[in-house]
C-alpha cells in the first residue's frame, strides 16, 4: 500500500509558475513509475506528466510540453511539477499516482494509487 500527499496548488495569474510537490509514504518509492494526472470540472481526468522509476524517462501530454517539468527525488520520495506559463486551461484539481511498475505511461488505469488532490487556479 501506498500513500501520497499532494502539496502547492493554489490561485495564480496567467502566465504565472507554480510548483507542486507529491509526497509518498508505505512502500518502496523508487520502484514504481509516478505520475501527475488533472480534471477540470466537467471534464474527464487526463495525463500531465509521468516519470519512469528511475527518473530518466518522462513523458508529458502535448497540452503542457514545454512547459511543466515532472521530477523525483526517491531518497526523498517526492515528486514534482513544475509548471510554467499557466494559462486559465490548466485550471483543475492535480493529483499524483503512483503505478504498479516501474514503467511510466500516460495511462491512468496503470496507477492504482493516488492523493487526494491539490486545486491549481489560474486566472486570467
Known amino acids: 500500500q501506498v500513500q501520497l500527499v499532494e502539496s502547492g496548488g493554489g490561485l495564480v495569474q496567467s502566465g504565472a509558475s507554480l510548483t507542486l510537490s507529491c509526497t509518498a509514504s508505505?512502500?518502496?518509492?523508487?520502484?514504481?513509475?509516478m505520475g501527475w494526472f488533472r480534471q477540470a470540472p466537467g471534464e474527464e481526468r487526463e495525463s500531465v506528466a509521468t516519470?519512469?522509476?528511475?527518473?530518466?524517462?518522462?513523458y508529458y501530454a502535448d497540452s503542457v510540453e514545454g512547459r511543466f517539468t515532472i521530477s523525483r527525488d526517491n531518497a526523498k520520495k517526492t515528486m514534482s511539477l513544475q509548471m510554467n506559463s499557466l494559462t486559465p486551461e490548466d485550471t483543475a484539481v492535480y493529483s499524483c499516482a503512483a503505478a504498479s511498475s516501474g514503467r511510466a505511461t500516460l495511462s491512468s488505469y496503470d496507477y492504482p494509487y493516488w492523493g487526494q488532490g491539490t486545486q491549481v487556479t489560474v486566472s486570467s
Open positions: 516519470i519512469s522509476w528511475s527518473g530518466r524517462n518522462t
Open positions: 508505505g512502500r518502496t518509492f523508487g520502484a514504481y513509475a
